[in-house]
């Protein structure tokens, strides 16, 4: 049996309350950990040590050179240096509920713009995590249009053993209206019979982001987003992983 593959064809890529999908054509995420050698007299070849984990992403689009909307060169340009906790989340597949993303807290450090002589101008832009490692996190609330208070689908994410933590990253990305609070909840069952809130998100009273951080602890294998909105409509990207600390 062949292995299944992906054409990254139909990605969704997010920088705290920004949503580039559509926009960029080229994307990276780098993970690691630092090569520390340890190797002494007598030792015959290298011995490496593992350091520090690093994560790091690199994006490329197309200059846009527009005023409104802004164009996603004047928006790289304006974050370099974001001491923030936006996340960077990649959705490869489609962006939809219930898939696979790849996220981490990051920051935004450099802008290389390019340009050749006959060519469409290019804007890269390159993030780091800040204190954050890269989490395969599960889509609980898919960035579609809404307009009330809701739940999201449950799923089964597993339990997080006292040496796991629950991961989430929250992309409001349109709003108009009065507050949203987003949440993740869990329980030990698919029906969500007894919901615990586990995290939950300070009031967004417009467009922003936000990353949180849990300990198990946590018996429960179920998981979902829950939002509580007033106003008219809202779009919002809720990514939640369980991994080790």
């Given at each position: 049996m062949s292995a299944q593959v992906l054409v990254f064809k139909n990605s969704k890529l997010y920088w705290g309350p920004n949503d580039w999908s559509g926009q960029t054509n080229d994307a990276s995420i780098e993970f690691g950990v630092e090569e520390l050698p340890k190797h002494a007299s007598g030792d015959g070849t290298k011995i490496i040590h593992p350091g520090l984990m690093n994560v790091s992403a690199k994006m490329g689009a197309f200059w846009q050179a527009q005023l409104t909307p802004v164009g996603i060169e004047k928006l790289v340009f304006a974050g370099i240096g974001d001491e923030g906790d936006a996340p960077f989340t990649l959705a490869p597949v489609a962006g939809a509920d219930g898939e696979a993303a790849l996220t981490f807290r990051a920051g935004l450090v450099s802008d290389p713009t390019s340009a050749q002589h006959g060519q469409l101008a290019r804007v890269e832009a390159a993030f780091a995590a800040r204190a954050s490692r890269l989490v395969d996190g599960t889509?609980?609330?898919?960035?579609?249009?809404?307009?009330?208070?809701?739940?999201?689908?449950?799923?089964?994410?597993?339990?997080?053993?006292?040496?796991?933590?629950?991961?989430?990253?929250?992309?409001?990305?349109?709003?108009?209206?009065?507050?949203?609070?987003?949440?993740?909840?869990?329980?030990?069952?698919?029906?969500?019979?007894?919901?615990?809130?586990?995290?939950?998100?300070?009031?967004?009273t417009t467009v922003g982001s936000a990353w949180a951080e849990l300990d198990g602890p946590i018996t429960d294998d179920w998981w979902r987003a829950t939002w509580t909105f007033t106003g008219t409509s809202f779009t919002a990207l809720l990514v939640a992983g369980i991994l080790n600390r």
């Open positions: 889509i609980l609330a898919d960035a579609v249009n809404r307009v009330a208070t809701g739940n999201g689908v449950a799923r089964q994410l597993g339990a997080a053993s006292a040496l796991k933590r629950l991961y989430v990253a929250m992309h409001v990305l349109a709003f108009v209206g009065t507050t949203l609070t987003l949440k993740v909840q869990s329980d030990d069952n698919s029906g969500m019979t007894t919901p615990v809130d586990r995290v939950t998100s300070s009031a967004f």
